[in-house]
């Protein structure tokens, strides 16, 4: 295994220890964002928003990181769509950036390890706290017929910033998630929603 390799593996074993912890309130959301999925029939509107209780910069990091390693493919690119429809501000660029591709991720993962260090990478970016709380800081809404946003459920805490991290507001690509992507997603996920929701609900009681 090459250098690189054994680098992008630590850091998955890393990220993944941390779902754990959270098991039960990921196997909640995922339920909530399948069953909602798996009952609605106009694909052409998005049935599902992702907001945060903290919208601390950390916070957004943290889960722009967590976005690329989410084992639902649907939680995933809820996620991901929420974190790219931040404001157009300097503040959110790098979220925007790595949360845009995965290889964008692992850049900006490389450049933190040379500038700074592998301890301070896993020791503050990848820190397991704060990514916990992160997923934590999660809030997810069902959008009714009309467009409105009703609360389907909250998760968790936030996360106090504690830190300040480099700005790449000159060079992140926009996003461009296509709505195929998204009835891909739905399709290919859409049988099998109620019986993932059986399983969980059961593993849960």
Not at 52 to 77: G, Q, V, W
Request: with cysteine.
């Amino acid at each position: 295994m090459s250098v690189p390799q054994k680098f992008f593996a630590e850091v998955e074993k890393n990220i993944s220890s941390c779902f754990e912890p959270c098991h039960k309130n990921l196997a909640k959301m995922t339920v909530s964002i399948n069953s909602t999925l798996s009952q609605c029939a106009d694909l052409e509107r998005k049935p599902i928003q992702i907001k945060f209780k903290n919208k601390k910069r950390k916070t957004l990091i943290s889960l722009a990181i967590l976005a690329h390693y989410l084992e639902d493919k649907n939680l995933a690119f809820y996620l991901k769509d929420a974190l790219l429809n931040l404001p157009e501000v300097p503040e959110y660029s790098l979220i925007k950036f790595i949360t845009k591709r995965k290889g964008n991720l692992e850049m900006y993962l490389i450049e933190v390890s040379q500038e700074r260090s592998n301890r301070y990478l896993f020791g503050n970016l990848l820190n397991h706290k704060d990514l916990i709380d992160a997923l934590n800081s999660i809030f997810v809404f069902k959008v009714s017929d009309t467009g409105t946003p009703k609360a389907k459920r909250m998760i968790g805490v936030g996360y106090r910033d504690k830190g300040h991290l480099p700005n790449y507001h000159e060079w992140y690509p926009k996003h461009d998630i296509s709505l195929t992507e998204q009835q891909n997603i739905i399709e290919a996920n859409r049988q099998a929603a109620h019986d993932l929701e059986d399983l969980i609900s059961g593993l849960l009681l």
